[in-house]
């Protein structure tokens, strides 16, 4: 969960902002309540639900872009269900920017202010960083706490403690490929570290005979095996179309392989692909 407590403390001081509030939505979710609120005066935002569609809130989940009202309370362009709790706190612009996962809203930071005055570029600014810091902090948590079980359930299988059903390891799979794709993004080292951990208990190299694939070609291959184009294999890893073409190349002379089909085979049997 994002550390709500320091950024809002940060956002706050560094934004002029009279109360920062908000809250996380569990995935693809109409709805989010209120958990976090700084510079309040009364308790009536602390767990209000948040519905798509209703008010600025609502606004910014339905169409996953940031919003601000100059006055809240008579703005004509949202609807008015939290009118109670916005007039209790006397708020009057206010804000709201989205916390995005993967193209899904999974909440939003509010900053707002007593008064008529429209935020400064420099307070929006901080609330989008804060918003998209969130966004970033809830896929690496997911990511790593939903591969480690799905590596975890590969580590059984490959003990043969369990069968692997082709659906279940088709799951394996997609998953490797996201988390390596997820793990390009990443630069905090601990988190890299765990990620790294992840990924190489979803794959074993296990044949000497053919030559180790560079990371670049492991990435390409796993998103074949996806089912991906070159192109989209290219929009996901931000390569061109030539450079997406030269890894395949590499990784199919290294495998001993006349085509992508048979290179994906190919790295799975040597263990380079789960």
């Keep these: 969960m994002p550390l709500f ?16 509030f908000g809250g996380i939505a569990r995935p693809r979710a109409n709805h989010f309540a209120i958990s976090h609120t700084l510079g309040g005066r009364t308790d009536r935002l602390n767990g209000l639900v948040i519905r798509t569609g209703h008010g600025l809130g609502g606004l910014v989940m339905a169409s996953a872009r ?9 703005d004509g362009h949202i609807t008015h269900a939290y009118d109670a709790a916005v007039a209790a706190e006397r708020m009057r612009t206010v ?4 916390v995005i996962v993967k193209g899904d809203v999974r909440g939003v930071i509010y900053g707002a202010t007593r008064d008529a005055a429209m935020l ?30 799905v590596a975890d359930a590969a ?16 799951d394996v799979r997609v998953a490797f490929a996201e988390l390596r794709e997820l793990a390009q993004d990443v630069e905090d080292a601990g988190i890299r570290a765990r990620l790294d951990a992840i990924l190489q208990r979803m794959a074993h190299p296990r044949s ?11 990435d390409v ?8 184009g070159n192109a989209e294999i290219g929009t996901r890893l931000n390569l061109g179309a030539e450079t997406v073409k030269s890894y395949l ?6 495998l001993g392989a006349a085509n992508r089909v048979e290179a994906v085979r190919l790295a799975r049997a040597a263990g380079q692909l789960p």
């Design 120 to 149: 400064t570029p420099e307070a929006s600014a901080a609330m989008k960083r804060v918003a998209d810091g969130f966004g970033y902090d809830l896929a690496v948590e997911e990511a790593l706490a939903q591969r480690a079980e």
């Design 95 to 98: 804000s709201a920017f989205p």
């Design 221 to 228: 291959l796993a998103l074949v095996a996806m089912g991906c």
């Design 249 to 254: 190349r590499t990784a199919s002379r290294k």
């Design 155 to 170: 580590a059984r299988m490959r003990s043969g403690e369990h069968p692997a059903p082709d659906r279940e390891w088709e």
């Design 66 to 74: 940031a919003a601000t009202v100059r006055d809240y309370l008579s």
């Design 208 to 218: 000497a005979e053919v030559a180790p694939l560079s990371a670049r070609e492991v």
């Design 5 to 20: 407590g320091s950024s809002f403390h940060a956002l706050r001081d560094r934004s002029g902002l009279d109360i920062v």
